[in-house]
T-cell receptor, first 112, second 113 residues
Framework: EDQVTQSPEALRLQEGESSSLNCSYTVSGLRGLFWYRQDPGKGPEFLFTLYSAGEEKEKERLKATLTKKESFLHITAPKPEDSATYLCAVQAGSGGYNKLIFGAGTRLAVHP | GAGVSQTPSNKVTEKGKYVELRCDPISGHTALYWYRQSLGQGPEFLIYFQGTGAADDSGLPNDRFFAVRPEGSVSTLKIQRTERGDSAVYLC???????????FGQGTRLTVV
């Protein structure tokens, strides 16, 4: 059964304190691993898609990496506006469409 | 429109009532998805439309749930005989094709009392 586990559940950082969020997955044939950001009361906002082990993508202070068993979202010198829930998801099934299996998310709080 | 639009943003209904939730996808997006998100959890897949047809409805929890997309654009999620356990945020997403990134709406928060 396809499964996604995110850790930690919650993370509190001081502004400028870099850290990483973890996403472990089990899936029969990875077709894509997705990272989304979700602010309270909003829908998830797309950040990255990774397709193969060794792939990396960056956007501002965020960098996503992928291995055969897990993905990391590295946050460099975070700012308070980076506070949100970060969701990881894998594409499930063989249909090649966005049938995503999400983890429960990591709630990130960055304090000035 | 600029993004996926969902209406209403909030819906409170009594147990046993019927509700309809509406999704306006991004113009030109042929793929449309419904997800359900419970408090403290990630979204759970409900159904996928490619054009007018439901290509995958394997996530619908039971036959009280039904969704349509008659003209290949707007979609409506219909829930009959609502139960308190149906309370959640219902998210709609769309993409240009099935295998491109999906963009989510802000969701409809459904509360069944």
């Amino acid at each position: 059964e396809d499964q996604v586990t995110q850790s930690p559940e919650a993370l509190r950082l001081q502004e400028g304190e870099s850290s990483s969020l973890n996403c472990s997955y089990t899936v029969s044939g990875l077709r894509g691993l997705f990272w989304y950001r979700q602010d309270p009361g909003k829908g998830p906002e797309f950040l990255f898609t990774l397709y193969s082990a060794g792939e990396e993508k960056e956007k501002e202070r965020l960098k996503a990496t992928l291995t055969k068993k897990e993905s990391f979202l590295h946050i460099t010198a975070p700012k308070p506006e980076d506070s949100a829930t970060y969701l990881c998801a894998v594409q499930a099934g063989s249909g090649g469409y966005n049938k995503l299996i999400f983890g429960a998310g990591t709630r990130l709080a960055v304090h000035p | 429109g600029a993004g996926v639009s969902q209406t209403p943003s909030n819906k409170v209904t009594e147990k046993g009532k019927y509700v309809e939730l509406r999704c306006d996808p991004i113009s030109g997006h042929t793929a449309l998805y419904w997800y359900r998100q419970s408090l403290g959890q990630g979204p759970e897949f409900l159904i996928y439309f490619q054009g007018t047809g439901a290509a995958d409805d394997s996530g619908l929890p039971n036959d009280r749930f039904f969704a349509v997309r008659p003209e290949g654009s707007v979609s409506t999620l219909k829930i009959q005989r609502t139960e308190r356990g149906d309370s959640a945020v219902y998210l709609c997403a769309s993409s240009t094709a099935g295998n491109t990134e999906a963009f989510f709406g802000q969701g409809t928060r459904l509360t069944v009392v």
